[in-house]
């Protein structure tokens, strides 16, 4: 039997302080298992296996990351219905605050 490690947490990390979200969401894309393999492809398969920023297909080579619609520290939480799958460089950009086009998750 593999032993599985678990990333730790870092102490200082508030879910509710603005600052620490992408910290979060990172959390999210690191945990691997069989639970959040299906998460994922359902997340893939409701978004035709695109980002829905840049409508650009999403795979192995480009990398994804798991974006929350409405942050924790607005009261999001990580259910299915708030997440989506975004390229890392689209996420990087909305969280600078330069992605300011609609996403077009509206529609799932």
């Known amino acids: 039997m593999p032993i599985v490690r678990h990333p730790k947490i870092n102490s200082d990390a508030n879910p509710y302080d603005p600052t620490h979200e992408t910290y979060f969401e990172s959390r999210l894309d690191v945990l691997v298992n069989s639970r959040n393999k299906?998460?994922?492809h359902r997340l893939l398969s409701r978004q035709n296996g695109e980002?829905?920023?840049c409508k650009e297909k999403i795979t192995a080579k480009t990398g994804w990351n798991i974006h929350r619609l409405v942050p924790l520290y607005l009261g999001g939480d990580n259910k299915a219905s708030n997440t989506v799958v975004v390229h890392p460089y689209c996420h990087n950009s909305i969280h600078r605050g330069q992605?300011?086009?609609a996403p077009s998750y509206m529609a799932l």
């Open 38 to 40: 299906e998460r994922l």
């Open 51 to 53: 980002c829905l920023y």
């Open 99 to 101: 992605n300011t086009a």
